[in-house]
Each structure stands twice: as C-alpha cells, then as structure tokens.
C-alpha cells in the first residue's frame, strides 16, 4: 500500500504564505543588432551578382529575406550607426550592383523594389548611394543620350537621334528592363520630397551631382515621341 502522504499532494497548512515564482520577463531584445549586423553580412554574400557560385535561386531568397528586414525595421535601422553602415555601404553596393547587370527580369524586378523602400526610408543617410542608384537607371536609356556623370548633353530644342546614332537597343536592354527601371524611378517621384530632396542635396551643392537638372531631362525625353524605342511593343 502507497502512504498516504505520497499519494496526494501536500497543501500548504492553513495561514501560511504561499511562494509565488515570478514569470520570467525578458530585459532586452531576443537577438542583438550585432546578430543583425550579421545575418544581413550572410545575405550579402547571397545576393552577389558577381560571385559565380550564388545561383539564381539563392539570390531571389537573399533578397526576398532582405526585402523583409527593410520593410519590418523601416526607418529605425537608422537608429544604430553601425547598423546603417552595413546598410549603406554592403546592402547598398550588391544592390546597385544588380541593378547594374542584372539581365533576369525577376530579380531585377525584386532587386528595384528594394531599392525603392530603401530610398523611400533611409534617404536622408543614403545620398551618396542614391546617387549612384539614379546613374544606373540612367544608363538604361542611353537613346535618350543623358550623360550620368554630370549634366543633360543636349541643349533645348535639339533634335532626337536618328536609330543610326543611337545604340542599338537589343544589345543594351530589352524593352522589360526599361519599363522596370522606369516604374521605379516613376514610384520613387511620387513622393512630394524627392524632387525637393535632390534638388537642395545635389544640384544646390558646389561639388555636387545635377542630379535634379538630369532627372528632369531624362523625364522630358522619355515623353517625347521623338525618343521612341524601335522595339517597343504596339
């Protein structure tokens, strides 16, 4: 026979104290912005355009997980430095370099989405790299004879090139390139402070970039029916 002492649960007796154990209540956050630092460095070394052993596959994941980062933290990755300097110069760096030489139209397509929430949220500390994301988008549409390095070449009243001495657009660029890079350039001027923006960061600086002054004449040529691409779709 089991006592009965064993069999049944003691209870404290009558007018004593319970001992209550605290639930326990984290002091700080489950992962640190160090292991965040971190797993964006691991993305980076996926989403490298150049490196010849990242497939196409594990680089759509790289920046299908780089793209949730950006829209869950938004504008608070700025809050730690160190974080924003991963952002700006290693994000930034594979970013602008798919976009630079990414011929598959997914990922170019993810790639500028991207870049888009990163410009829309973190501009104010990502000027340099805004710069250079705007100077490969120009290159895109080099029958629209924009020159990225500083200024619009052609004066007001110019005449559009002939298909002679534009170069020739499928050795370029597809036409779905052009209409990605386009849309995106089209999303990030809708917002009310962009134009604004480059305007008194670029073109209003004395060693700066015409930033504005380019964007304006590459907007003018695009809807110009002068500048037509020949293979543009019906």
Known sequence: TVPASSALPSTPA??????????????????????????????????N??????????????????ASILEIRGASL?????????IGTEVSRYLIQSVRVESSLPLL???LRICNNLFSTLR???????????????????EYDVDPNMTARSPAGSAAPTPSQSPEPT??????HQELVLDVMLQLCR????????????????????????LVSFFERASDSRYDRIDMPP
């Open 14 to 47: 009558k007018g004593s104290k319970h001992r209550t154990v605290p639930a326990y209540v984290p002091t700080s956050p489950p992962f640190s912005v160090y292991a965040l630092m971190k797993l964006l460095r691991f993305l980076c070394s996926m989403i």
């Open 49 to 66: 355009p150049k490196d010849p052993s990242t497939t196409e596959t594990m680089r759509y994941l790289g920046l299908t997980l780089v």
């Open 78 to 86: 700025a809050d730690n430095r160190r974080l924003l300097d991963v």
């Open 109 to 111: 397509s993810l790639t």
């Open 124 to 142: 104010p500390h990502l000027a340099f790299q805004l710069e250079l994301f705007l100077k490969s988008c120009f290159a895109y549409f080099p």
């Open 171 to 176: 050795s370029i660029r597809s036409f779905a």
């Open 191 to 214: 917002d009310p402070t962009f134009a604004l923006d480059l305007l008194v960061s670029f073109d209003c600086q004395m060693s700066g970039s015409n930033l504005f002054e380019l």
